[in-house]
């Protein structure tokens, strides 16, 4: 084995865990399906030792089709429903929404990194670009427990 334990729980409900007890906290794809993220943010915050690091994977809601399709008369949600029933996002992040939920939660943000898709080849890089991000899907967190 690699050595790696790996822990279930209810995130709504805090971490099990004591404060400064990790040098890194990994949340891949969750911060959206919980329904208190400056909660849950502010718990990794608390576990993590000082200067311990998050790193995180977070939905890009401001993608372009998130940003036609009301203007169009349809939810951003309307293709998840009809396919599985159900839509199991609880907030739709922005990054300057971000930044102000980590801030909350005593998280410093180090680096935000876009994963952008090119729309004519389809092919997928990461980019800082402004004028880019329209086209990203994801943002990729690295941020700092504030001392």
Known sequence: GLGIKAYEMDLDSGLSFDNNDFDFVLAGDVMEHVFDPIFVFSEIS???RPNGSFYATIPHDLYWKNRVLPLLGRSFQEGVYRKYGQFKHHTF???KLLRFMLDEAGLK????KYLFTNPITKKKTYSNSKIFRIFSTLMIIQAIKSN
Not at 109 to 112: E, G, P, Y
């Open 109 to 112: 943000i180090k680096s935000i």
């Open 46 to 48: 608390r576990v993590l």
């Open 93 to 95: 992040f922005s990054e």
